[in-house]
């Protein structure tokens, strides 16, 4: 439909995500970095949106989308990979219209995840360096979006394992090392609000589903498998 960025580095065009109008690609322009690019299958409908050197790949995942919709627009993050930061970014699938929203980290292979717990309200989980995870919330906006906290742990290994969205809010799993255990925490979008809902010694945990606002997962504690449900508390 449309190239303005030249031969395409082989193995460098990805679909990033869709909605039910338009598509999102990521195109590695040959020698001069990537390119975001939205398409609604016409070609006056594809553009670049975000050019080279202002889009970057996302970084390391959990299971999770990495963007979200909000009526006719859509909020994404990109970057944490490598030396490119993470951001949060907006987008109305126009040049004009595609804008950051906040930097959330700076860090290098950075795990993040977003959530659309409701209109124009946004949790944000981000791990930097295997040492503390930090939470975010956005209200859609660059001036409403914002750190509330940040966990650390100090001495540790420390590696998020799995996030599922609950009822008001967001449940995670990390797990650690020394000692070896896995702790189960949950987020309402405020500081006062996060806390540890249960910790449970090293084995084998599935990565929780949600289901009707609670999130249910298996555990082996003392050599017997056992299913788990929470509920936030």
């Given at each position: 439909?449309a ?9 460098g ?8 109008e ?6 590695a322009?040959s020698?001069r ?7 609604d299958?016409t ?11 202002d889009?970057r790949?996302?970084?390391?995942s ?20 490598y ?9 109305d ?12 980290s ?7 995840a ?18 503390s ?5 956005s ?6 979006t ?8 100090e ?6 394992r799995?996030?599922?969205p ?29 806390l540890?809902?249960?910790v ?11 289901h009707?606002g ?8 003392d050599g017997?498998?056992?299913v788990w ?5």
């Amino acid at each position: 439909l449309a190239n303005a960025c030249g031969p395409l580095e082989e193995g460098g065009f990805a679909l990033r995500f869709a909605t039910a109008e338009r598509a999102f690609y990521s195109g590695a322009c040959s020698g001069r970095g990537e390119a975001l690019w939205v398409s609604d299958a016409t070609a006056e409908g594809t553009r670049v949106v975000l050019g080279t050197g202002d889009y970057r790949s996302p970084g390391p995942s959990l299971e999770v989308p990495q963007w979200v919709e909000e009526g006719e627009e859509v909020l994404f993050l990109q970057g944490g990979n490598y030396s490119s930061r993470l951001e949060l970014w907006r987008s109305d699938g126009t040049t004009a219209g595609t804008a950051p929203l906040g930097v959330l980290s700076v860090g290098e292979s950075v795990t993040a995840a977003l959530h659309r717990r409701g209109p124009n309200d946004y949790l944000m989980l981000v791990e930097e360096r295997f040492a503390s995870v930090a939470l975010w919330k956005s209200d859609g906006t660059a001036a409403g979006t914002a750190r509330f906290l940040e966990v650390e742990f100090e001495g540790q290994y420390s590696n998020l394992r799995s996030w599922a969205p609950i009822a008001d809010g967001i449940a995670f799993m990390v797990g650690l090392y020394d000692p070896s255990r896995s702790e189960l925490w949950y987020s309402d979008g405020t500081a006062a609000g996060t806390l540890i809902g249960a910790v449970l010694p090293a084995g084998v945990v599935d990565t929780p589903a949600a289901h009707d606002g609670s999130i249910y997962f298996t555990a082996g504690v003392d050599g017997e498998e056992w299913v788990w449900r929470g509920d936030g508390s």
